[in-house]
């Protein structure tokens, strides 16, 4: 069984179709990856996924059962989301950044030994739980959105851009992280991404969308010997 899975998924804002009958899976474990020219409707796709953006037609399930998606739900689910850009609070500790990522979570023991786990796994972040998140770099920001996303013990994690204006080195560092998580905590990742040379390296599957339709879709493997990826970016496509 999928633990995500959208069957014809389309995304209209006013007259404009941007995603057109998108089918979609991911299984537990695996990191996909969303690659594309720009407006391609990768993000979209992402959006309309975890329910920030309305999808016109199609059907969506999780862990099974068909439901029509938001952001609650979702993460009621085992679903967390990180969107791409500064997504932190610069006016709280790093600590306080972490337990915002837990807000629905009542009972406080479960919330501490989870925050306890996260810091296990992110040492940097335990080192300067009390330092303010303005005083982070842009890289150092980015793993904190990415812990704060683990604060629900998500069964899939959904990243938008998460290394847009980030240094080659910081890049590399971030999807390091990325696959760290995958194979400690089992999460799977869906991940929309700009940056194919780092990511083709620890993805699994991935799907190639142009004007909002899907070109190819399989394993990394399948997407990297096809000519398919380099017309698409070439703008040979669509």
Known sequence: ?????????????????????VNFHVKD??????????????????????????????EVELNGKRLHPRPHKMVEGGVSFVPQGNTIFSNMSIEENLLMGAFHEEEQLKVEERLEEVF???????????QSAFAMSGGERQILALARALMTSPRLLMLDEPSIGLAPKIVQEVFDKIKEINQVFGTAVVVVEHN??????????GYILVAGKIMLEGPVEKLRDSDVLEKAFFGELG
Do not use: C, D, W
Request: hydrophobic letters at 45%.
């Open 29 to 58: 474990g695996e990191i996909v990856i969303l690659m594309g020219p720009n407006g391609a409707g990768k993000s979209t796709v992402l959006r309309a996924l975890f329910g920030l953006v309305p999808h016109t037609h199609g």
């Open 1 to 21: 069984m999928n633990l995500l899975e959208a069957q014809q998924l389309s995304v209209s804002y006013g007259q404009n179709k941007v995603v057109h009958e």
């Open 120 to 130: 296990q796994f992110f040492p940097m972040l335990a080192r300067k739980r009390q």
């Open 196 to 205: 194919l040379k780092t990511l083709l390296q620890i993805a699994h599957r």
